[in-house]
């Protein structure tokens, strides 16, 4: 066990490597230039040839990305963005908890749901309610949520003159204020990530539900309810749990549009602003931070599977 | 007797029914405005060019000079120059201006300033913080030097006549006054504790992404002003989030401006009846331009060709209601006090300026060796604001009915804002224009050579002379005349082809009052005279 983790934060290094080398070339290759999107065309040359020397952009390419990421290896230096001038870890860290925030509230929503669904779903196989199921799981993987989003904050306003955004509190401040403010981006996200969980969850339960081991509780006459939720449920969720976890960039990816829509200063929205400004620290920072949890996390949700399933070892 | 009674009763039942007369609403102090908008990148004002800081600046700082607002604006594009921090100023020579700066006008009362007095110094050190840091510093580059001759005198000796130079210390993206001793505290003006100017309101909080909150400075030099007790700006990134919280009422203003574009606002009057809608013909221009210095578009027949094939009053009908300027070019149409009106051209100029003769636009194409038109691209961001889209795909529509057929390219945002809305393009682009609040740029800036908005690249001698006369022409009167020369020889000339300006629908809750739109970038002198009655 202890082998296979340091293996897997050996092989993490290289790639934490590559995605920094990535992102930096990137950034680089994209069509157009920072500064004059800093000046948005208005400024005349000298203004320009400034900036560049005063950003550093004068310099080879190679000199820039050492520098950048030797400030993160030796002082744990993310660097400043190019436009708030801001140190960039410590944006990051003031915005990562309401990103971890929503994540997690809907990563709940959408495990509540899609597991319940996909339960009832596998044992009724069949019947109204498993079809009423996956019709809801179709409907629900059909629908963008960003779509869902913008009909739940705009169509209430024009017909009730209400709408369900508020001033962001923070989870320290009033926990019942700031659920309050948290849920319904929670929901509405949470309500189409459970299409996918859902489907996942009824064809791995049907699975194994026809396992020997299930067949032969039920001979035992064991009650449906202890069949399912004790002995069928825990190795039904591996693949679930393995789905979660490659949905994990996916949840920090729609905190873009989530947070902008119900006005949650998270990392998505830092992050995307950065991006449309061309702001190469903060782009390259916050992905390799990124792209660290989510290696992170992934590593975590292997580990996981020997909870789940005792057979399971690691080498 | 019965018809005495009569008279009296029908006078009484008139006196019921007739509204009292209306009494002018005298302002009321008092009340927070709530504000929903973007987030500024940065507070320092010399920082950024975002018109969002500089709109956000110009709350707290306050300037030399001023655009006029508010019960002071004649119009929505008002430049003249009132006085602010400078009580008064005076051109010694063409070259020397000097001001005398207001006695009493204290920074805002934070430390490490704690409310002392504003001086020369602070102007000078301001305009040559500005000169060495901003992005927009070549505004300035007419500044030879800056002296300070006493505590209450600024003398600044530009290196020519240089007519812009007032508009461009009255512009808040260019000169706030800024306090020495917060930029030794706190390295920059970016850290909310830093920003301490002699605006009309006290920057009192800053929740990055969530809210910015301003309250009413006590000292500020105006007397009785500002109304407002503060201004809360709830940062709300996404357009139709801001829509949603004006139309539930939580905010009174859904953007800082007011701006709603023409759908939303008739939506608007539509699920609000309640609210304030007034379209207004903004400061903005939509145009073609051309690689003027290249085959086919050289040839000026050509060029008319292309103007020609525009019928903008069908623009006008199909994309804004009927509600769009026609007359939108070279000076656009909100900038009354230079606009010489098409009225007065030369009938067959003004035609070319804002005629449709597709007839006419094809024999000028055979004239120019083109009988059967030929192929273009048109280079654009797809991204800006509705109707945007439409208008790409009208202009492909209108050129191609004179055999122009034109290939619409769109851009990412990078590359189109740092190649095509630079004059970096192969033969046409299409797009607006930034709303710049000095004729000089309308003018001079898009087409004098080497200028970075002359996207079509003109590099006309005989134009050349007008432009340089008119920013160096310190008389307004005779200036407006060499404007008006200028505007006579580009009529016809078409080296841009400009599309009708639509409205914008300014909008607020009906208990905002005062709230007058200005085309400049200020917030702070706006929201100085706007109050509450509630």
Sequence with gaps: ?315 | MIRRFVLAATVALLALTLPAPTEAQQPRRGGVLRIADREAPNLDPHLSISFLTHSWASMAYGQLVRFPHGPEQRHTADFSILPDVAEKWEYTNPTTIVFTLRKGVRFHNKPPVNGREVTSADVKYSLERFMAKSGFKSRLDQVQAIETPDKQTVRITLKEPFAPFLNHLASPAFTAILAREAEEKFGNFNHPDAVIGTGPFVLKSYQKGVRVVWERNPDYHVKGLPYLDGVELEITPDSNTRLSLFRAGKVDLGHMWGYASVEEGKSLQKSNPEVVVTPTVTMGQGLIYMRTDQPPFNDVRVRQAVSLAIDRKAWSDGLYYGEACIDSGPVPCAMKEWKLDAAKLEPAKAKVLVGYDPAEAKKLLAAAGHPNGFATPAFHWPGYAPPWRSVYELAADSLGQIGIQVELKPEEYGKYISTTYLGKFEKMAIGPITPFTEIDDWLYGTHVPEQPNNRSHVADAELNKLLVAQRRELDPKKRKEIVDDIQRYLADKAYYVYFPTGPQYISHQKHVKGFKHHDGYGLGHRLMFTWLDK
């Design chain 1, 1 to 315: 066990m202890r082998q296979y983790v340091l293996r897997r934060v050996g092989l993490a290094i290289p790639t934490l490597f590559f995605v920094s080398v990535l992102v930096f070339a990137m950034m680089r290759l994209m069509p157009g230039d920072v500064v004059v999107r800093m000046v948005e065309g208005q400024a005349y040359a000298p203004t320009l040839e400034a900036m560049r020397k005063d950003l550093g952009l004068d310099r080879p390419a190679h000199v820039q990305y050492l520098e950048w990421i030797g400030g993160i290896l030796t002082r744990g230096d993310f660097g400043t963005s190019y436009w708030t001038r801001q140190p960039i870890w410590d944006e990051f860290a003031a915005r990562f908890p309401v990103t971890l925030e929503l994540a997690l509230l809907t990563i709940l929503v959408s495990v509540v749901i899609g597991v319940t669904v996909g339960i009832v779903s596998a044992v009724r196989q069949n019947s109204a309610a498993d079809y009423v199921g996956r019709v809801l799981a179709i409907l629900a993987l059909s629908v963008p949520y960003f779509g869902l989003a913008v009909v739940v904050v705009v169509v209430p306003a024009i017909l009730f003159r209400w709408t369900p955004v508020w001033t962001y509190v923070a989870f320290t401040e009033s926990p019942a204020e700031n659920l309050k403010i948290m849920m319904v981006p929670a929901l509405v996200f949470g309500v189409t990530r459970a299409g996918p969980i859902m489907r996942i969850m009824r064809s791995a339960l049907l699975d194994v539900l026809r396992q020997e081991y299930i067949r032969t509780a039920w001979s035992k006459g064991l009650p449906e309810r202890g069949i399912v939720l004790r002995h069928a449920l825990k190795n039904a969720l591996i693949p679930v749990i393995s789905l979660i976890g490659l949905q994990m960039p996916l949840y920090i990816g729609g905190s873009v549009i989530m947070e902008a829509i119900f006005r949650l200063p998270g990392v998505g929205l830092f992050f995307f602003e950065a991006l449309t400004r061309m702001d190469y620290p903060v782009v390259q920072s916050v992905n390799l931070i990124v792209a660290a949890l989510v290696v992170g996390l992934n590593l975590a949700i292997d580990l996981s599977y020997a909870f789940l399933d005792p057979r399971i070892r690691y080498r």
